[in-house]
């Protein structure tokens, strides 16, 4: 791996190394907590992993983490799942969120940009107040700690005060993007029972408005435990009745009133993509997601007041709760509601300059889009304020690496990074003392102890394996809602290595610490013992101007056998012919090995997707193996079900 590229394609100087957090960090860790002076990230990395309570306790003191009841230790139990962290400690989230609002009042803590690309702000008082004004408001309707608060919501600045508000009271958030369908939605918050919704009438995308009121009226009507609805009118539509209105509730001059919690009170339930079965809720604490995402953001991401952070993102997603605790670090957060491409596939690029963003978010498919669409960020925008780009989602192609490096900025910090919904953060990525190598992400993250696994559990180096965390984050979750023993928590990470967190991703981490990420390890690519994550087909396929995208399944066959398809939707005038065939073949053969070319290339009209974007390999396997549809898959998590129709069609004639 480490000879692939002997060159890194970018390296920070000596000043950037000297001014970064993580620097100051190790510093002043030496001094008080015996972390070593010298030797690097590598060397902060191994302490960090090796001595979790003095790293962590560090942690919370660099950030000058205020614990309303001190700790009585910093790990109790260390077990995984079921660690013990900062026990007797209390402390509120939210409070830590409008801290900056002491010092920067009239500066904005948010930025919100819609379809019209202009910037509005909202200032650190302004939030604050709003947040004070909602959190008195919801205790006046008997919210408590641990009620539950839902939210239907885009990304505006309405959801980020909704969830300040309820961490302030100690209550749950949890949230769905207007774009998820009824059944979707009830998937998802039936599960938590919440008893406050706050919900837009409709949303804009992609330059037509969108009408939600008759889904949120089946919410109402399928959410029992519902005491208040809160009616936002973003399309500009007066409330339905019994609800009750925004700026009533946030008019008020009210001082915010934090609720201290247990450390491990929970935050908010995050859901994973539930391609089959009911999405798991997945429940993370106050205290796990602050220190975690101060950790990430701040030391990672090199985050602080003088920046500005935009994430393409969706409520519906893990990177919306990420990109609002920008605010810990005192960062103003860019806050966009619209469609990744509109007006032109360059739109995410002009709010980056409008916005001044320091650190722009995206994931790698629009990367990939823009280099197929020849968009030139760095000519055509202004993005010297830009210090990194930062993807996820899915691995970025060396293509991808390349592109940015070419087309945004030689001295670009390019931040591929791999992490998931489960610990809502980064296993690796984001190092910015380190070089970057295309194709590579920087290193593991500190405080988290990643390897890559072979079947019986030893660690690999320069070989892929499993990606497993060997010891526990603060963010782990909790706990699943609705698992009164544990078993689907227990089942979902700590099956195959006892105590030991498999997150189902095949990795590899070379020589020189980094990592590379190649895709899903259960619907990996296994031929005749070579195994192959499916993002590597892609990113070669995908190259070709004809195909637009593709999904490749591996079938173990009854007879011992195994079928390898590759489904291809092709570009606009594109035609699957031999030519075609012969240059796909081609391509796997000469960039990635011989053995990984597909039986059967086969157009198809569309690949489905999760709401969320990321290509379903899994329940597509299972229809090709004759799984019944209601059984391969939850129909209220795909982006189009149509589509499924075909590959059980397809099942049908091969059996």
Not at 43 to 51: G, I, K, N, P, Y
Not at 271 to 281: C, E, F, I, R
Request: hydrophobic share 40%; aromatic share 10%; glycine share 8%.
């Amino acid at each position: 791996m480490s000879t692939v590229n002997p060159q890194p394609l970018w390296q920070p100087d000596p000043q950037r190394i000297a001014r970064s957090q993580v620097t100051r960090f190790q510093a002043w860790a030496a001094e008080h907590h015996g972390a070593p002076a010298d030797g690097g990230y590598e060397a902060l990395h191994r302490w960090s992993v090796d001595e979790l309570e003095p790293f962590w306790e560090a942690v919370t003191q660099w950030f000058d983490v205020r614990f309303s009841t001190p700790y009585a230790r910093v790990l109790g139990d260390r077990s995984m799942p079921g660690a013990e962290w900062f026990p007797g400690a209390t402390l509120n989230y939210a409070e830590h969120a409008l801290r900056a609002a002491g010092t920067r009042a009239d500066e904005p803590a948010l930025l919100y940009v819609d379809e019209t690309h202009e910037p509005r702000p909202v200032t650190w008082s302004e939030l604050r107040r709003q947040v004070g004004s909602l959190a008195a408001e919801l205790r006046a309707l008997g919210l408590r700690p641990g009620d539950r608060v839902s939210g239907y919501l885009p990304n505006i600045p309405q959801a980020v005060v909704a969830l300040l508000a309820t961490a302030a009271v100690g209550a749950v958030w949890t949230s769905c993007a207007p774009d998820f369908g009824a059944r979707s939605v009830l998937d998802r918050f039936q599960q938590v029972e919440p008893v406050v919704l706050f919900t837009v009438d409709g949303y804009r995308y992609g330059g037509k408005e969108h009408d939600r009121r008759e889904t949120v009226a089946e919410l109402r009507r399928e959410l029992p435990s519902l005491r208040a609805v809160v009616h936002i009118p973003l399309l500009g539509t007066g409330a339905p009745e019994g609800a009750l209105e925004w700026d009533a509730l946030t008019s008020a001059d009210t001082e915010p009133v934090f609720e201290p919690v247990p450390f491990a009170h929970p935050l908010w339930v995050l859901y994973s993509s539930g391609t089959t079965g009911l999405p798991k809720a997945i429940v993370q604490s106050q205290g796990g997601i602050l220190v975690e995402h101060l950790k990430q953001l701040g030391l990672h991401c090199d985050l602080g007041p003088e920046d500005r952070f935009f994430w393409y993102t969706s409520t519906g997603w893990m990177m919306w709760n990420f990109l609002v605790s920008g605010l810990l670090t005192g960062t103003t957060v860019v806050l966009y509601d619209g469609s990744p491409g509109y007006p032109d596939t360059g739109a995410q690029w002009r709010i980056a300059e409008r916005t001044g963003a320091t650190l722009f978010g995206t994931s790698a498919a629009y990367v990939m889009a823009c280099r197929k669409a020849d968009v030139h960020p760095g000519r055509d925008f202004d993005l010297s304020k830009m210090q990194c780009v930062a993807t996820t989602g899915s691995p970025l192609p060396p293509d991808g690496f390349r592109w940015l490096h070419d087309e945004v900025r030689e001295d670009l910090w390019i931040a591929s990074v791999s992490g998931g919904t489960d610990v809502c953060s980064c296993f690796a990525g984001a190092v910015p003392t380190l070089p970057v190598y295309i194709g590579e992400l920087q290193a593991p993250s500190l405080g988290t102890d990643l390897q890559s696994w072979d079947p019986s559990g030893k660690p690999l180096i320069d070989e892929v394996g499993e990606l497993v965390v060997t010891n526990p984050m603060p963010s782990m979750p909790i706990h699943f809602w609705n698992d009164p023993d544990g078993s689907r928590y227990h089942d979902s990470y700590f099956d195959t290595y006892p105590g030991v967190w498999r997150h189902g991703d095949w990795i590899t981490v070379t020589t020189r610490g980094s990592v590379v990420i190649h895709g899903r390890s259960d619907s990996t690519l296994n031929r005749q013992g070579v195994r192959m994550g499916s993002a590597d087909i892609y990113e070669a396929v995908e190259r070709l101007p004809e195909i637009k995208e593709s999904l490749v399944i591996g079938i173990e066959q009854p007879d011992g056998g195994y079928w390898m398809p590759l489904f291809v939707q092709l570009a606009p005038e594109a035609v699957l012919d031999q030519a075609l065939l012969d240059r796909i073949k081609a391509t796997i053969r000469e960039n990635l090995s011989p053995r990984h070319i597909p039986d059967e290339v086969i157009e198809v009209p569309g690949i489905p997707h999760t709401l969320t974007g990321k290509r379903i390999e899994v329940p597509v396997k299972r229809l090709l193996q004759g799984t019944p549809l209601e059984k391969a898959v939850n129909p209220g998590s795909i982006d189009n079900l149509e589509l499924l129709h075909f590959y059980e069609d397809l099942a049908r004639k091969r059996a």
